[in-house]
Structures are given as C-alpha cells and as structure tokens.
C-alpha cells in the first residue's frame, strides 16, 4: 500500500520557519519577518550582526520543504559594538592567526564600514571556509565578501570519480540521483535530492575533493521524492 504524503504549503513552511527561528538560540526571532513563495523563503527584518544573520539563514535551510531561501535581513550594530575599520581589520588578522585550519599567511584582509573582504590562495574548500568562518563572529561586521582561491592539487580527470566516490560513502546520500561533471577544477552537481541539508552535504563532499576550485551546485529539491 502507498503512503501519501501531505505537500506543505507556503503557509505551512513560513510557521515552520518562525518556529525554528524561535527555536535557534542564536538568533532573536522578534525582530525577522517571514515571507514564501512556491517554497522559497526570504527573511526580513534587523539582526545585531553578521553571525546572526548567517544563524537564521541556516536555521530557515533547515526546515523540510524549503527549496531555497533569500537572506534579505539587514545588520544594524548596537552602539556599544561599533568599531573602526581600521580596528576590525586588526581583529579580523589575529582571528586568522589564532585558527590552525588556516593559512593566514596567505590570506589579506580589507575592511570597509564593517564589510570584510577576504583575498588569497588556499589548497582546500576546508581551509576557505574556516577563514571565513574566523571572522564571522568578530563584533562589528557587518558582511564578508570571501574571495579566497583554491589551488588545484589533483588531475582533472580524476576530480569527478573521487567525487561519485564519497557521495556512494556518505550514508544520508542517495547518489544515485546525483550527477558530477567536472573540467580543469569546475564541478558541476546536477539531480534531485530530498532536502536543502542533502543538497549541501552534496556540494559540501564536492569541495572535499583533491583539485575542486569551484561548485556550481544545480542540485534541486523535491522532499516528498518521486511522483512516478
């Protein structure tokens, strides 16, 4: 006998999106304002910084049944958290100093009005995201701008299999609906997965690969799997 499962509405995703807001700890849900459409969501509203921000986009991705989100909330620091650029340039470089999955040396840092940017060359995905990461928490930001390159280490032409590989690993993975096109670094993930963590995770595995300098995930979402 087939189970039938119950589509959820844009109503239904947009209260279940407040309550995970409510629910992130790290996050102050009273001043964020919830809208869907077709599955899509958008948050608007104020948030005390940077972190914040990245916190309710994660918390919204969450929830089953969003296929995609736009971050439209805007950071609005408290007077006692301003600081110069000159000083968050400053914060920002000892953060990155202190973090041992980063390169710091081969990474410059700007800042203008609480925006960073992030520039230089790294070897792996992990070491991008831990710089930004650094700095993501440092109180005045107020957005950041990772430019940080990757170094390819692998040939190209096996770049793709080492991908198929590690997502047949990863247990929360259908790869068989999974599709890897690869050429001179780019990585392309095409296919259907059931949810919006699924499809980070593919892309996540991606960017593990040896030689991978950029994703372009076209990974969609039907998290009620297929009508056939």
């Known amino acids: ?6 589509v959820k509405t ?17 996050v102050d849900a009273a001043e964020i304002g919830v809208t869907v459409e077709d599955g899509v969501a958008t948050l608007r509203g104020f948030v005390a910084g ?3 921000k990245a916190s ?5 991705m969450r929830v089953k049944g969003v296929r995609g989100v736009a971050n439209d909330l805007e950071v609005r620091i408290p007077g006692h958290g301003q600081k110069t650029d000159t000083d968050l340039a400053k914060a920002a470089i000892d953060a990155l100093t202190w973090n041992i999955q980063v390169p710091h040396d081969h990474i410059k840092v700007s800042v203008r009005k609480g925006w960073i940017t992030l520039e230089g060359e790294v070897e792996w ?9 650094s700095v993501r928490s440092l109180v ?12 390819p280490q692998t040939p190209a032409n096996q770049i793709a299999t ?4 590690a997502l047949a690993r990863a247990a929360n993975l259908d790869a068989h609906q999974i599709e890897v096109e690869s050429r001179h670094g780019n990585v392309v993930l095409k296919g259907a997965v059931r949810s919006w963590a699924e499809r980070q995770e593919a892309e996540r595995a991606a960017y593990a690969a040896p030689g991978v300098t950029h994703v372009e995930n076209l990974i969609t979402i039907a998290p009620w799997g297929p009508t056939d």
């Open 1 to 6: 006998m087939k189970t039938t499962i119950a």
């Open 162 to 165: 080492r991908i198929e590989e």
């Open 140 to 151: 005045g930001v107020t957005g950041i701008t990772n430019l940080i390159t990757l170094r």
């Open 56 to 60: 309710a986009e994660h918390a919204a």
């Open 50 to 52: 940077y972190h914040e």
């Open 125 to 133: 995905q992990y070491q991008r995201a831990a710089a930004e990461n």
């Open 10 to 26: 844009d109503t239904d995703l947009q209260e279940d999106i407040l309550d995970e807001l409510r629910w992130e700890p790290s």
